[in-house]
């Protein structure tokens, strides 16, 4: 027999490939109606154990994701915390700048002391100490009430 861009095979019977114009017939095969049934329960049950297999996996992938999720929640609010606290810390700074820049201004826009200047206020303060104790010695100021 002769079949035209067909190809079948067939189990139970004689096996039939069939390529363009040319029909190759092979050895007559059979299998039992027990081997079919055994074969497709193996079958059946392979794909029981990968179905539980996928599932089990998505279950745990899952588990892992919303476990992943959990922990980046965590990071992400303590990092907008420490931003937030970067931010309160780095504006106390700048107000203490602030501060200090003024403190300096003031303090360079005074005369500063000299130790000429301090040894000069010692001299005048013991020169009007004896001036105030030799008028306290004074005997006119006994007699003025």
Same mark, same amino acid.
């Given at each position: ?11 139970? !019977? ?5 390529? !363009?114009d040319t029909t190759v017939d092979t050895a007559h ?19 029981? /154990?990968?179905? /539980? !297999? ?5 279950? &745990? ?15 992400? !609010?303590?990092?907008?915390?420490? *931003?937030?606290?970067?931010? &309160? ?5 700048? *107000? ?18 000299? &130790?000429? /200047?301090?040894? /000069?206020? &010692? ?23």
């Amino acid at each position: 027999q002769t079949y035209a861009t067909t190809s079948r095979v067939s189990l139970g !019977g004689n096996t039939t490939f069939t390529a !363009g114009d040319t029909t190759v017939d092979t050895a007559h095969m059979t299998v039992s109606a027990e081997d079919m049934e055994v074969f497709e329960k193996a079958l059946k049950t392979k794909e029981e /154990d990968l179905r /539980d !297999g996928l599932q089990n996996f998505k279950n &745990k992938s899952r588990e892992e994701e919303d476990e992943v999720q959990n922990i980046l929640n965590d990071l992400t !609010g303590k990092q907008r915390h420490v *931003e937030a606290d970067r931010e &309160k810390l780095m504006k106390q700074q700048r *107000e203490a700048k602030r501060e200090l820049q003024s403190i300096t201004s003031q303090s360079s826009s005074r005369s500063r002391l000299h &130790k000429n /200047d301090i040894d /000069d206020a &010692k001299r005048a303060a013991a020169r009007y100490a004896r001036e105030r104790d030799e008028a306290n010695q004074d005997p006119r100021i006994k007699s003025i009430p």
